[in-house]
C-alpha cells in the first residue's frame, strides 16, 4: 500500500500560507516521508488535468487555503472536494474569508470601476474591463468569472477540518499532515486548534487587571507599551479575549496586538460581533458622549473586528 496521497491548492489570498508549508523547514522531510504529494501548484509542476484524472475519494487530504471568488477557484474547490476523503480549510481566509472578504463591503462594480478606470495610476483611455470572453482575430480568450462576494470554503464545499491563522503555524501544520496519516484526527468539523481564548496562553497575562477598564483607546504608534504590559491595559485594542489561541502569540512576542487571526473559539456565531462586544464591555464609562469618543477612537470598526471573518459574519458584507 503507497503512501497517503497529499494536495495542496491557492484560491483567494497573498500566499502566506503557502510560505507557512515551507516554513516547516526540515520538518518538511517528515512529511514528505510520510504522504506522497501529488498537486501542488504554487510549488510544483501540476497541471489541473492531472487531479480529473485521481479517482474521487483518492486523496487521503487536500489542504486548501484561500477564500473563493472566481469561477476557477470554486471549479477547483469542487473538483478537490470530489477527489479528497477530507478536506481542510487551511488558514484564515479558507476558514472566513480573511483579508479578502473585506472586499463584500463594496460592490464587484465598484471594484472594477477603481481598478480598471478610476485608480491613481491607471491609463486606460478607452475605459476598458475585463470580460469572460473576448474574440481576437478568430481567438477567443476566456477569463474566470469575478462573483459578487467573496466566499469561505464551506460557503462553496463541505469542510472536513480547519486549520486557523494567517498564516497557520508550521507546528499545527505539521501536526494536522501526522493526524491524517496517524489516524488520530478529532470528529469531522473540528478546528485544529486549542478551543480557549489567547488571552489565556498570553505571555503578558499577568498584568491584565481582573476588572479591565478602557478610558482611552489608543493605536500602537501612539504610545509605548511596556514588554510585559497587558495591550489592553495600556489602551491599545487586542483582540485576544475574543480569539483561538494555538497561534503560539506570534504577534504578541514581537510586541504587535493580536488581531483576530484565529477566529473565535466554539459555539461563537459572528467573530466579529464577539469582538465588538468584549471590547464595548471595557469601556470605562456610562457616559453617552464618552462611550462615542471611545468608540470614535477606533479608526475602522470593520477593518478591526471583521479583519479576517466578514465571509463568516452573519451579514457577510454591506447590505
Known amino acids: 500500500m503507497g503512501k497517503p496521497k497529499v494536495a495542496f491548492y491557492w484560491c483567494s489570498s497573498c500566499g502566506g ?15 514528505v516521508e510520510a504522504v506522497d504529494i501529488v498537486f501542488w501548484p504554487a510549488a510544483l509542476d501540476f497541471k489541473y488535468e492531472h487531479v480529473r484524472a485521481l479517482g474521487d475519494g483518492e486523496l ?3 489542504f486548501l487555503n484561500g477564500a473563493v471568488r472566481t469561477a476557477e477557484q470554486e471549479e477547483l474547490a469542487r473538483l478537490l472536494r470530489r477527489k479528497s476523503a477530507l478536506l481542510v480549510a487551511y488558514g484564515a481566509c479558507a476558514y472566513m474569508g480573511g483579508i479578502p472578504a473585506l472586499a463584500n463591503l463594496t460592490s464587484r462594480a465598484a471594484i472594477l470601476e477603481t481598478a480598471y478606470r478610476k485608480g491613481p495610476t491607471v491609463v486606460n483611455p ?3 474591463v475585463p470580460l469572460e470572453t473576448c474574440t481576437d482575430d478568430g481567438r477567443t480568450l476566456r477569463l474566470p468569472r469575478f462573483d459578487e462576494t467573496v466566499r469561505s470554503l464551506d460557503q462553496v464545499v463541505p469542510v472536513d477540518y480547519v486549520v486557523p491563522g494567517c498564516a497557520p503555524p508550521p507546528d499545527l501544520t505539521l501536526q494536522a499532515v501526522l493526524a491524517v ?11 485544529l486548534a486549542p478551543d480557549k481564548a489567547l ?19 489608543r493605536r500602537i504608534h501612539e504610545v509605548i507599551v511596556e514588554p510585559d504590559r497587558c495591550f489592553l ?14 497561534c503560539g ?21 459572528d467573530h466579529g460581533a464577539k469582538l465588538l462586544s468584549a471590547v464595548a464591555a471595557m469601556f470605562g464609562s456610562n457616559d453617552p ?14 477593518g478591526t473586528f471583521y479583519r479576517y471573518g466578514l465571509s463568516r459574519s452573519l451579514l457577510r458584507g454591506r447590505i
Do not use: W, Y
Request: net charge negative.
Open 17 to 31: 500560507c503557502e510560505e507557512a508549508v515551507i516554513d516547516l523547514a526540515e520538518d518538511v522531510l517528515k512529511v
Open 60 to 62: 487521503a487530504v487536500t
Open 126 to 128: 478607452r475605459g476598458t
Open 181 to 191: 496519516v496517524q489516524g488520530t484526527l478529532p470528529p469531522r468539523g473540528s478546528v
Open 199 to 217: 488571552c489565556g496562553t498570553c505571555p503578558r497575562k499577568d498584568s491584565k487587571p481582573d476588572d479591565l477598564r478602557l478610558d482611552a483607546i
Open 233 to 246: 491595559a495600556a489602551g491599545v485594542l487586542c483582540l485576544g479575549p475574543g480569539t483561538r489561541a494555538g
Open 249 to 269: 502569540e506570534r504577534c504578541i512576542r514581537g510586541h504587535m496586538p493580536c488581531t483576530g487571526c484565529f477566529g473565535p473559539t466554539s459555539g461563537v456565531l
Open 289 to 302: 458622549a464618552e462611550i462615542d469618543a471611545l468608540a470614535a477612537a477606533v479608526p475602522d470598526p470593520a
